[in-house]
């Protein structure tokens, strides 16, 4: 089964603080995606990539970036961390019209 | 921007019985539609995906789907307490390497 790991799982973060959340597959996808998931909105997408050096915009990009340095591995930062991105965070790699593979998600809490 | 919408909102029945599930898409040029499923803590996971207008089967799993109503249906058979998750309908948009969303069904199967 495709892997998808990641990292931390549980962040305590401080307002204005920098966070970054990581992510790695083993399974050679050209794709990666960030997500996040919340109570009443449900997954919403904010950065995916469509392979090492490129970076695209979400539905929520607003205050998060995105990298993506390698086929294996995507990162989320929040720069200028708030409260408001208090949420559980999803990974997921995968090819076009096929599945996607998530990890286990990063709770992040912003106090 | 695509727009998924599920219902129920939730959904509790006893062990055996047929569970029907709803999700209603925006565009009628999507591509494929997916089912995902998700338990508590875990990331989601692909349960069945569907293109064509009809049906497909896959073990207990039977999905439906009518493009001119921009509607697509889930039915899970002989439900089983393992089955009790969220449910999440998500809809690939056409040209882009990406899923929309619902915000999912909660089903619990009482034994």
């Known amino acids: 089964e495709a892997a998808v790991t990641q990292s931390p799982r549980n962040k305590v973060a401080v307002t204005g603080g920098k966070v970054t959340l990581s992510c790695n597959q083993t399974n050679n996808h050209n794709n990666m995606y960030w997500y996040r998931q919340d109570t009443g909105h449900g997954l919403r997408l904010i950065h995916y990539s469509y392979g090492a050096g490129s970076t695209e915009k979400g539905d929520i990009p607003d205050g998060y970036k995105a990298s993506r340095p390698s086929q294996e591995n995507f990162s989320l930062i929040l720069e200028l961390a708030t409260p408001s991105q208090t949420s559980v965070y999803f990974c997921a790699s995968g090819e076009p019209n096929e599945r996607l593979f998530f990890g286990h998600g990063t709770k992040l809490s912003v106090l | 921007q695509e727009k998924v919408q599920q219902s129920p909102e939730s959904l509790i029945v006893p062990e055996g019985a047929m569970v029907s599930l709803n999700c209603s898409f925006s565009d009628s040029a999507s591509q494929s539609i997916w089912w995902y499923q998700q338990h508590p803590g875990k990331g989601p996971k692909a349960l069945i995906?569907?293109?064509?207008?009809g049906n497909k089967k896959e073990g207990r799993l039977t999905v439906y789907l009518n493009r001119a109503s921009l509607h697509v249906s889930l039915h899970i058979k002989d439900s089983q307490p393992s089955d009790s998750a969220v449910y999440l309908c998500?809809?690939?948009?056409?040209?882009?390497?990406?899923?929309?969303f619902g915000k999912g069904t909660q089903l619990i199967i009482q034994p």
């Open positions: 995906s569907i293109f064509s207008n």
């Open positions: 998500a809809v690939e948009t056409e040209g882009a390497d990406r899923l929309t």
